[in-house]
């Protein structure tokens, strides 16, 4: 028997591939064919998609991307019994999997199970070494738990970077019968797909590290918050919940070992700013979600007022990585003061994108040149944006700075989340501006005066400078609306959407009224 | 003595916004020093550094910022700069620290503080001038403080300044044009008022205020408490009466003359009239919080209704004719005289008022003990706490609530029994629901569900729907469950209970027919949760007790206090904060009225009337000699005027025609009477029988004193002269000395000196140390001179606490066939009592008529409809209710409340009464419930009579 793989990941189905899947299943069925489908995650090369696989001699071989015509060829070749499947003359044969450069030139941890098999299976994942995290994990006590993670130096992967051990350490000190784990999966940041590819692809590894931190902190209770966007996403692990409890590597007295976590999914209502930690705790109590004022800290005070951790997926995940292959194996990739891998995201106007998983340290220009291989249109590119729409425009001549957390703060950028989103030279940098002021326009909780109002005045300024109109004063105006935003806002949202403005401002400033380069 | 006098009424002041120092006061005893603008400052843990600067005197700039809510952080304004810290910190979120050297003002704080300003100003009318909180107003001021001088962005931007105002509320505006979004009226919703009635719609730009889902604020859940209105720091949420008369120039602090939590206010005035009522902060029974009575209703005191002549006539069916004071006073004294001659000393008698001040009700029974020469003088208590007082008394030995309201806030387990806090002590209620939300336990014994069974972020852990009736089943059940369990407080019973009665009564409750699991079939209350509860209350920490008067109103009522008092003590739960045994009264001077004597066995200070020593106290100071025999009790007056034997009275603001039960037989008893005296604010449904007629002054027109439900004795301030040219105190002097008493007073701290001097509870209070301490709850004398805020600290003051046996007797009040429902009654948020101010005020839009309430169950029976006119029969009379279909009641039971006159509820009210001090069974009637078309015969005949009445005073006013 063949076994053969088509994703199931959102990406591939938005590409057509259960279409694909149903057509398959057809032809194998009458063809009689001795071929297994099996619904995978997706790898994450996203520009190869829908990319099928096929299981030979231990080995993977791929075809993509593949279309609806595409498939009766490819069921030929796997009825052809003189097929050498590993050199297979078919137009869109890629060869093995594995090999495939922009896969072969990572550093998978994170995402090393990524597409290798049905995500919902519990059994594959402890095949391919899953759970071994938490077996460990629950022979520990908490504190050597907390050490572990501290050791590796694993920072939060939400964007803000805090030192996830100190975190940990934190909530584990904190007082209280109580204590809650909380994972932001409320992925919200243009050009991001990283959260979802690993809930998508390899769920049980989310749920994994949720747990190891339940035996860290001394907490019982687990939330998924997910994004309301993420339909596939909630099935999925719902599905993979469910199986966890069965296997009891959730609930009650999980694997004997008297311990207990239980673990549930929440789903946000489409606002961009409960993707920040203390909005994301107001939504989950049933509230309007809007931040609140720290202290007191989300690890003393967070959840229902107990200490609650609140990390990202990809953080929660490499903590299982990191139990399971110790915290020295995960600091040995990075970096100074940013250790292990980066899940960057490759979007925008870019030819191949897709999820590219880096030890920190090499250049934005290695991913967009190297892996990216240029723009979608193949024009220059002008202008990178990284970290979200709170992120600052990189200019050609800031590319080379390596992926390190210090490194772009000293730029005033950020690598946050590790969103990279392309734009080539047709694109208006003010009307960029200007989108950063409207998307806080939108997205502000409408709390603190600065995002609420601030954003609104940005837009009409910027306006205005564009079309020359006191166009010295009002630069003046937009600096000072900057910096009253940078500085008086209560959260990132306020505090950091003057980043993508006055970078455009610094390095594009021809496009911003007078002699515009859009004048035409 | 004149000039001391004068001293003590010019507490006038100057209108000035109250203090705010940003954020909450911080009880810690860790102190922290710190410098601000170089000054050290010295403040407990956890004190936010706005708030250490204001103590100082260093004022931060801020909008979103009341030290009434918990910090926000919002507003932006009032960031300061910390040494070592990044950035600038909000001093309203950042705690101090100790060393911490905080800068409040230096060119970059100003530079953020003024743009920050300028983009609030970008999106507000500047209208100023014109605008109804001009000269009243943060942003206003703010915008000073913070040298705003133009706004850059201009004006032609997005913006709300044609939002639409919402007039809907009768007292408040609410103009989103003016809103800021700084949430303080959001935040006031929910941790001042805790009805969550307000909040933020849409985000970014487009949040905005919203009452409930986007609806007017009539039509939402808010129930017009104005805490929203007290916390707006702009115009958007303003007093009508402020749009219309502008800012007050002086204010006066004085006491609410509703309930009996006893609020205290700023009555803010321009000339002699109120334009707001402001609750104020340092009010230790509210803390600057309101409700919608004592906020907004004042507008009675001047309504067109208002009697401000005396009057007097022959027979009830001739016109009044308007008099002068003197001609009214010797009128009636003649009157009574004559009445004495003939019929005997003990013909006459009066009752006096629990809306009126301690001074008054004083006086009151000293006319009557001195001037009529009888004990016949009783007060509307009897109709409400008697109960309480004797059960108290009998079992800790007085005849008051153990507790402060701020005692609520250190329970854990809360026990609200026959009171319905939300609705009739809504100030209280807030504080009930804060400790609620902060995770207190709850125990609701009610026949209703009341809001606190489940309401927003508050929900009972036990109903115990009890059956009218049957109170004391569920009580001694409770106590029976922790005696069986072996849960009571043993060593506090051997240390401070009398054990012989403890052992006889712990054999009495042991036995099994009180066993919650037999007690069912009468009570209707499931005995698992029955015995839940008594566990929650026995083991859960402090246990407090608020009950109401569906525990007094019962023919078991004293019974039934004296059950809660037995389980207060059987579970250690009386004489520390958080826990305790507390009535909650009526009327704002219920407890005061009760203090003063106004009882026909007890001289003020509950001290019986047979007692020599106390006689020749009073006999003493007053040279008279009294009367040792107890006089007629209310109910009795009636029955002695049926008889013919009792044909005098002088009823001082109260309205028994309307608010005693039986009122067929209340209007014979008054119809029977040769001369009935009534003093009151407007012609009530008494004065409809009166002969003379006094006119009363309201709270605003006097000074004096109220004591409220905590025993808490609060001034009372005149803040415009009386209309009838006299308080009520003046006319009790006049018709005193008319009948020969010789009283001389010319202010009522004189009054309340004499009553110092003779009674030892009250022996430290004056008005100088009212006015010092702002209130004093009694006993206040020399072992206590600031007052006891908890009773019963280390023993009982009857020395050892008493277990009393509380058998149950089931009421005669049964239902049967004929009775198939058991009636009971309440009251409701906006009306108080017998409505005679409430409805004389824009309260009415949210109740304009009683209605009764009757489960679908029942209601399908009987073909009754949401909205029918139904007839409620019961033994003693009928009336007609328009039906309110609802599952609040359970089967069986059926409710009304009592504010309209023309509801006739006491109609079918009997005269059953509490087996120790005749409170009448006002909560359980046996009625029958049909579908009519008309109202009852008495509706009708109660028209006519009022449109008679209505007409011959008109004769009299021309």
């Not at chain 1, 090369?45 to 099928?52: G, I, S």
């Not at chain 1, 047709?426 to 939108?442: L, P, S, Y």
């Not at chain 2, 603001?653 to 608010?659: L, N, Y």
Request: hydrophobic share 35%.
């Amino acid at each position: 028997m063949i076994n053969i793989f088509v994703p199931q990941d959102t990406t591939a189905l938005a590409l057509g591939s259960d279409e694909i899947a149903s057509l398959l299943t057809e032809s194998i069925s009458s063809r009689g064919l001795d071929v297994k489908l099996i619904r995978n995650g997706s790898r994450g090369m996203f520009w190869l998609e829908p990319l099928l696989e096929i299981e030979f001699e231990g080995d993977r071989f791929g075809f993509g991307p593949i279309t609806m015509s595409d498939v009766p060829s490819i069921i030929d070749v796997l009825e052809d019994s003189h097929s050498d499947l590993k050199n297979i003359a078919h137009p869109l044969f890629l060869g093995s999997v594995e090999n495939i450069e922009y896969l072969a030139k990572q550093q998978r941890l994170t995402f090393k199970r990524s597409g290798l098999s049905d995500p919902t299976c519990i059994n594959s994942y402890q095949s391919l070494s899953g759970f071994k995290g938490l077996t460990k994990a629950l022979s520990m006590d908490s504190q050597l738990i907390v050490d572990e993670l501290k050791n590796s130096g694993l920072r939060g992967r939400g964007g803000a970077a805090f030192p996830a051990g100190i975190k940990w350490q934190t909530v584990l000190d904190a007082p209280g019968e109580q204590k809650y784990i909380v994972c932001n999966a409320d992925e919200g940041d243009s050009g991001t797909f990283a959260d979802r590819l690993l809930m998508e692809s390899d769920p049980y590894q989310l749920i994994e590290g949720m747990t190891i931190a339940g035996l860290a902190v001394g907490a019982n209770q687990g939330y998924i918050y997910l994004r309301s966007e993420y339909p596939v996403a909630h099935k999925i692990l719902n599905h993979a919940i469910k199986e966890a409890y069965k296997a009891g590597f959730l609930g009650e007295n999980i694997r004997d070992s008297g311990k207990d976590f239980f673990l549930e999914v929440r789903l946000g209502a489409g606002a961009y700013i409960c993707g920040e930690e203390t909005s994301l705790l107001e939504s989950l109590e049933g509230k309007r979600g809007m931040v609140r004022t720290k202290p007191p800290l989300p690890a003393i005070e967070g959840l229902f007022g107990k200490p609650t951790v609140v990390n990202n997926v990809l953080t929660l995940g490499a903590a299982a990585t990191v139990l399971e292959e110790g915290s020295d194996a995960y600091k040995n990739f990075g970096m100074g003061r940013s250790r292990g891998t980066l899940a960057v995201q490759l979007a925008g106007n870019v030819k191949r994108g897709g999820l590219i998983e880096l030890a920190f340290g090499a250049t934005l220009r290695e991913v967009v040149e190297t892996f990216g291989e240029g723009t979608f249109s193949g024009r220059p590119i002008r202008a990178i944006q990284m970290g979200g729409p709170l992120g600052a425009f990189l200019p050609e001549s800031q590319w080379d700075t390596p992926l390190d957390y210090e490194a772009f703060a000293a730029l005033k950028a950020m690598i946050g989340h590790g969103g990279v989103v392309v734009f080539d030279d047709t694109a208006d940098m003010a009307a960029q501006a200007r989108f950063a002021m409207e998307f806080c326009v939108i997205e502000s909780c409408g709390k603190c005066t600065p995002c609420r109002i601030g954003s609104t005045r940005g837009v009409e300024v910027i306006d205005r400078i564009v079309a020359n109109e006191d166009r010295d004063d009002n630069l003046i105006l937009l600096h000072e609306l900057c910096d009253t935003m940078e500085l008086g806002s209560l959260c990132a949202m306020g505090g950091m959407t003057p980043f993508p403005v006055q970078s455009a401002l610094t390095h594009f400033e021809e496009d911003f009224g007078l002699n515009s380069r859009r004048d035409h | 003595m004149a000039l001391i006098v004068e001293e003590i009424i010019n507490m006038l002041e100057f209108y000035e916004p109250q203090a705010d120092f940003g954020t909450p006061e911080i009880e810690s005893e860790t102190m922290v020093t710190l410098s601000i603008d170089g000054a050290d400052v010295t403040v407990p843990e956890g004190t936010s550094v706005m708030r250490a600067a204001a103590e100082k005197g260093i004022k931060i700039p801020r909008l979103c910022a009341t030290d009434s809510l918990k910090s926000f952080g919002s507003c932006r304004v009032c960031l300061v700069e910390i040494e070592g810290r990044r950035g600038f910190p909000a001093s309203c979120t950042t705690n101090v620290e100790e060393g911490m050297q905080v800068v409040t003002q230096s060119s970059e704080i100003g530079k953020l503080r003024r743009n920050v300003m300028e983009l609030y100003i970008s999106d507000h009318p500047l209208d100023c001038l014109t605008c109804p909180t001009n000269g009243d107003c943060q942003l206003q001021d703010t915008a000073g403080e913070v040298g705003l001088r133009s706004v850059r962005y201009g004006f032609e931007g997005d913006n709300h300044l044609v939002a639409e105002k919402d007039e809907s509320n009768p007292y408040f505006t609410f103009d989103p044009s003016k809103c800021i979004v700084c949430s303080r009226c959001v935040r006031a919703c929910e941790e001042t008022q805790g009805t969550f009635a307000l909040t933020i719609d849409g985000r970014g730009f487009e949040s905005k205020v919203s009452a409930g889902q986007s609806e007017d604020f009539m039509d939402s859940d808010c129930v017009s408490c104005g805490a929203c209105v007290a916390a707006c720091p702009t115009a958007t949420l303003t007093e009508k009466s402020i749009i219309e008369a502008g800012k007050p120039e002086h204010s006066v602090i004085t006491t609410c003359a509703y309930c009996g939590v006893g609020c205290s206010f700023k009555a803010e005035m321009k000339g002699n009239d109120v334009v707001r009522m402001t609750p104020y902060k340092d009010g230790k029974a509210n803390e600057g919080h309101a409700c919608v009575k004592g906020r907004f209703a004042f507008g009675y005191a001047t309504h067109k209704d208002r009697i401000t002549q005396p009057m007097i006539r022959e027979s009830i069916h001739d016109p009044w004719q308007e008099v002068s004071w003197e001609t009214a006073v010797n009128h009636t004294a003649k009157r009574f005289k004559e009445i004495q001659s003939k019929y005997g000393r003990t013909s006459i008698g009066a009752i006096s008022s629990s809306r009126c001040t301690n001074e008054e009700v004083y006086l009151v029974q000293k006319m009557v003990r001195m001037g009529f020469g009888n004990n016949n003088i009783d007060t509307c208590a009897r109709v409400c706490h008697s109960p309480t007082g004797f059960g108290l008394k009998t079992t800790l030995g007085e005849s008051a609530g153990t507790q402060t309201f701020a005692s609520v806030a250190k329970a854990d387990v809360i026990i609200v029994m026959g009171a319905n806090p939300t609705e009739a002590h809504p100030v209280f209620g807030s504080r009930l629901k804060r400790r609620l939300r902060e995770g207190a336990k709850l125990i609701v014994i009610d026949p209703r569900e009341i809001e606190l069974v489940n309401s927003p972020h508050i929900s009972a852990d036990f109903h115990l729907p009890v059956r009218p009736g049957t109170n004391v089943t569920v009580l001694n059940a409770l106590a029976h469950v922790i005696v069986k369990e072996g849960l009571q407080a043993s060593t506090y019973i051997e240390d401070r209970c009398e054990m012989d009665e403890f052992e006889k009564w712990s054999a009495f409750i042991s036995d099994d027919r009180h066993s919650p699991e037999n007690t069912e079939q009468f009570s209707g209350v499931p005995a698992r949760d029955l015995r839940a509860a008594a566990r929650l209350y026995a083991e859960g920490g402090n246990g407090a007790i608020f009950y109401g008067l569906g525990v007094t109103e019962h023919s078991q009522g004293s019974t039934a206090v004296m059950a809660i008092a037995n389980l207060a003590m059987l579970t250690g739960n009386v004489g520390r904060e958080g826990v305790g045994v507390n009535p909650l009264r009526g009327q704002n001077n219920v407890q005061g009225s009760c203090d003063m004597g106004s009882f026909p066995h007890e001289l003020p200070g509950y001290r019986h009337i047979s007692s020599k020593v106390t006689r020749n106290l009073f006999e003493g100071e007053w040279g008279v000699t009294l009367d040792p025999e107890p006089g007629l009790r209310i109910p009795n007056m009636f029955d002695a005027a049926i008889d013919g034997e009792f044909k005098g009275l002088y009823c001082q603001g109260e309205d028994i025609a309307q608010s005693d039960p039986n009122t067929q037989h209340v209007e014979t008893a008054l119809s029977s009477m040769e001369c009935l005296v009534v003093q009151d604010i407007f012609l009530n449904e008494t004065a409809k029988f009166a002969h003379v007629f006094l006119p009363g002054a309201s709270f605003l027109e006097k000074d004096g004193t109220f004591t409220n439900a905590e025993r808490r004795i609060s001034r009372v301030r005149k803040t415009m002269p009386p209309l009838s040219g006299k308080a009520d105190w003046e006319g009790t002097m006049a018709l005193a000395n008319a009948l020969g008493c010789k009283f001389q007073y010319d202010h009522p701290s004189e009054i309340m000196d004499e009553i110092a001097r003779l009674t030892p509870t009250f022996n430290g209070v004056s008005y100088a140390k009212l006015d010092k301490l702002g209130s004093i709850q009694w006993p206040c004398n020399d072992h206590t001179p600031a007052g006891t805020p908890v009773m019963h600290v280390d023993e009982f003051v009857r020395g050892k606490g008493f277990f009393a046996i509380t058998e149950y007797v089931p009421t005669e009040e049964r239902a049967n066939r004929k009775f198939p429902l058991l009636l009971t009654t309440g009251r409701i948020l906006s009306q108080y009592n017998v409505g005679a101010q409430t409805r004389r005020t824009k309260n009415s839009e949210w109740h304009e008529e009683d209605t009764l309430e009757i489960h679908p169950h029942d209601a399908e029976e009987r073909g009754i409809k949401h909205g029918d006119w139904v007839g409620i029969k019961s033994r003693v009379g009928n009336t007609v209710l328009h039906a309110d279909v609802t599952s609040r009641v359970k089967p069986g039971v059926v409710y009304t409340t009592f504010h309209h006159p023309v509801s006739g509820a006491n109609v079918i009210t009997t005269d059953n009464s509490d087996w120790a001090t005749n409170c009448p069974e006002f909560k359980v009637t046996a009625v029958q419930i049909s579908k009519v078309t008309a109202p009852s015969r008495w509706q009708e005949r109660q028209k006519m009579f009022n449109t008679q009445q209505q007409h011959l005073l008109a004769k009299a006013r021309h």
